[in-house]
């Protein structure tokens, strides 16, 4: 089992930033695949971006340049910063993870980018 504790979130005027934290607790040795992905209202879930143990990420093209995913595997947490942050990324954002090929995901946040 993984529990995801999420961080961060809330309300910024375009060109701002903001930064989101996931922790994961549980009983595992180490975690595959951890990130984020998003849902804005009236739309399917989709990726943000994804880190593996390796290191090796993964964004979405709308986010590339703008956002950096981190990953601390002794800490077992990943932070999202968010930069240059448009109207287009307001949604609630969930911390994702896999393990043994089973997604896991936390509660969700809001981000809401608005003047």
């Known amino acids: 089992q993984v529990q995801l504790v999420e961080s961060g979130g809330g309300l910024v005027q375009p060109g701002g930033s903001l930064r989101l934290s996931c922790a994961a607790s549980?009983?595992?040795?180490?975690?595959?695949?951890m990130g984020w992905y998003r849902q804005a209202p009236g739309k399917q879930r989709e990726l943000v971006a994804t880190v593996a143990s390796s290191g090796s990420t993964n964004y979405a093209d709308s986010v590339k340049d703008r956002f950096t995913l981190s990953r601390d595997n002794a800490k077992n947490t990943v932070i999202l910063q968010m930069n240059s942050l448009e109207p287009e990324d307001t949604a609630v954002y969930y911390c994702?993870?896999?393990?043994?090929?089973?997604?896991?995901w936390g509660q969700g946040t809001q981000v809401t980018v608005s003047s």
């Open positions: 549980g009983t595992f040795f180490s975690i595959n695949t």
């Open positions: 994702y993870a896999s393990l043994f090929g089973r997604a896991y």
